[in-house]
């Protein structure tokens, strides 16, 4: 039981540094949209109208929030696969 459990974390881990890998290049992506933001100019820029510019907004924030939102799934991903390995364990050593 003890190699299936370790088998299980291996692949977890696997897992989980698959996920952070995908997550980081998400957050170069957050990052370099940011500094573009961070870059354009204050007075009178040209986006092509009002319309332009809330559809740059809304890129944007679209990304953050889906980077955000895939933290919060890895998260929650990790605290399953540990909880499971947690109680299996716990029921290990009750026997």
Known sequence: MQNKLTKVLQHMAHTHEQ??????????VAVRMSQIVHDLP???PDFGGFSGLVESHGQVN???IAYLNAIADLEEAMAEGVGRVIKELSGQEEE
Do not use: T
């Open 19 to 28: 996920m952070a890998r995908i997550l980081d290049a998400e957050r170069h």
């Open 62 to 64: 679209k990304n953050i």
């Open 42 to 44: 204050d007075a009178e």
